[in-house]
Structure formats: structure tokens, C-alpha cells
């Protein structure tokens, strides 16, 4: 009976190596919804991108290395269409 026992021992114990051998466990989901990639402006976006008018601006302030500023009106009617508060 014992020697019965044995053997049964030893075929269960292979068999069960066996099964949990070809055992397919998914993936594990992460929980954490996926970040989305963040898209970089190019450092020069800003400059690329100016009107007219305030490209020149820059371009004249760059030379004489002085702030100067072009308005086409009074400084309280500029400031005004800008949304400036006073």
C-alpha cells in the first residue's frame, strides 16, 4: 500500500509540474491609466511665428540693444486693445 502511495506520489507530483509548466498567465495590467507624450515646442516657435510688425520690432531691438517698442496709436489706446489694466 505504501509503495502504491509512493507512486502515486511521484506521477502527481510530475503530472502537476508538468500542467503548471504550460499554465498561461496574461500579462499583468497596470492600473495606471497611460501618459500621453507631451509635444515639445522647438525653441525657436515663438520667433517663427510673429507678425509682421513685431518681427521687425525684434529684429530692430536686437541691433541697437535698446526696447524699443512701435505703436501705431497713443500708449492708453494701445494699452486699452491689449486688455492692459491700468
Do not use: W
Amino acid at each position: 500500500m505504501a509503495r502504491r502511495f509512493r507512486c502515486f506520489s511521484i506521477c502527481m507530483c510530475a503530472f502537476t509540474l508538468k500542467a503548471a509548466s504550460q499554465l498561461y498567465l496574461p500579462p499583468a495590467r497596470d492600473s495606471l491609466p497611460v501618459a500621453k507624450t507631451v509635444v515639445l515646442l522647438p525653441q525657436n516657435f515663438y520667433t517663427q511665428h510673429m507678425p509682421f510688425s513685431c518681427k521687425k520690432e525684434y529684429q530692430l531691438q536686437k541691433i541697437t540693444r535698446l526696447n524699443l517698442f512701435i505703436r501705431l496709436g497713443n500708449k492708453e489706446y494701445v494699452d486699452r486693445m491689449e486688455g492692459k489694466k491700468q
